[in-house]
């Protein structure tokens, strides 16, 4: 199956400073990519699809200011979260569709686990 | 309204039996598709099946089957044998077509743990 690596796998950060986080595509070129949170015991919630080339489409109550996302290339997808706060501490993972048809699973990374302290 | 709902958060499940998670579905898009990922504790998703709206036959792979009923909408995974490496938090999400997004709605989750 076509890879998709996500980095950082965790990351510890003071309250108000930013952090990215990358996702790559690393065998096949991803057209789109979704960003999801996850809480603790709960489902993953999409905050946003992101296509090459353009803006993200965000969903409703995320906010795109604090959530920001860039999709450069084909292959890397990014998200930064600013000005981070605790209650942004959070398991994020992004997900890369293959572009060859309708039929096809989207691909996850590994996820990486936000601490905001 | 949910659109995918997992009605069990937990389910035990003796090692080397059956276990069915349950999984219905909402949606008003002739084409779409149905999907079960499963989450380890380690956190990455990892896809098990594939059920699409027009395909005639059930989907299987390996030790996983998709019991899919469309007319109760519903796509229940079977996990026959179970393996204690089977333990994990098993994701029913749909992706429908019409809208062009391509994006996935998920449900709840069932949390599974195979018993030795």
């Known amino acids: 199956g076509a890879v998709v690596s996500q980095h950082p796998s965790w990351v510890i950060c003071k309250s108000g400073t930013s952090v990215k986080i990358e996702c790559r595509s690393l065998?096949?070129?991803?057209?789109?990519m979704f960003w999801y949170r996850q809480f603790p015991k709960q489902s993953l919630m999409l905050m946003a699809t992101?296509?090459?080339?353009?803006?993200?489409?965000?969903e409703q109550g995320v906010e795109k200011d604090k959530f920001l996302i860039n999709h450069a290339s084909l292959t890397l997808s990014t998200l930064t979260v600013t000005s981070a706060h605790p209650e942004d501490s959070s398991f994020y993972i992004c997900s890369a569709r293959v572009n060859t048809g309708e039929n096809t699973e989207a691909f996850f990374g590994q996820g990486t686990r936000l601490t905001v302290v | 309204a949910q659109k995918i709902t997992q009605t069990q958060p937990g389910m035990f499940v003796q090692e080397k039996e059956a276990v069915t998670l349950d999984c219905t579905y909402d949606?008003?898009?002739?084409?779409?598709?149905l999907f079960w990922y499963k989450q380890p504790s380690s956190g990455e998703m990892i896809f098990l099946i594939y059920?699409?709206?027009?395909d005639q036959q059930n989907a299987t792979e390996g030790r996983y089957s998709l019991n899919f009923q469309k007319a109760r909408k519903s796509a229940n995974l079977v996990i026959s044998a179970s393996q204690l490496g089977d333990s994990a938090m098993y994701f029913c999400?749909?992706?429908?077509w019409g809208s062009g997004t391509y994006k996935y709605i998920f449900g709840t989750g069932t949390r599974l743990k195979v018993l030795a």
């Open positions: 992101s296509n090459e080339g353009s803006k993200a489409t965000y």
């Open positions: 059920q699409g709206s027009y």
């Open positions: 999400a749909m992706r429908e």
């Open positions: 065998d096949f070129q991803a057209t789109t």
């Open positions: 949606t008003s898009d002739p084409s779409y598709g």
